[in-house]
């Protein structure tokens, strides 16, 4: 699975910015890696776990850039990005739970 995420504006009078971020399945690994949670429940998630896990990561990373480098609301940003980063831990502590 690839999930891509985008955002296009007017960055300064005349100058458009477009970003993407792609995330994938490597990308999932890396996240259950942060809680050594090893790469064979990978295929035990359900694809609508992984879709929303994915498409949350690639919000995450979007929304960082925005806010670093293109002039976001710093204050939203955080706050999106703090509840993204808890949805995110929340769903590893399941995992976690449910591995026992």
Excluded: C
């Excluded at 458009?16 to 295929?43: H, M, Q």
């Excluded at 990561?57 to 808890?86: C, K, M, P, T």
Aim: net charge negative; aromatic share 6%.
């Amino acid at each position: 699975m690839r999930i891509t995420q985008g955002w296009s504006g007017e960055t300064r009078s005349g100058v458009w910015t477009k970003l993407l971020v792609e995330v994938d399945e490597l990308d999932l690994y890396r996240i259950l890696a942060e809680r050594n949670l090893g790469d064979t429940i990978a295929s035990q998630i359900p694809i609508n776990q992984v879709f929303r896990v994915l498409s949350a990561e690639a919000e995450r990373l979007l929304l960082s850039q925005l806010v670093a480098n293109h002039g976001y609301n710093v204050e939203a940003g955080r706050v999106r990005i703090a509840a993204l980063n808890a949805t995110k831990n929340s769903w590893l502590d399941g995992l976690e739970a449910e591995r026992g």
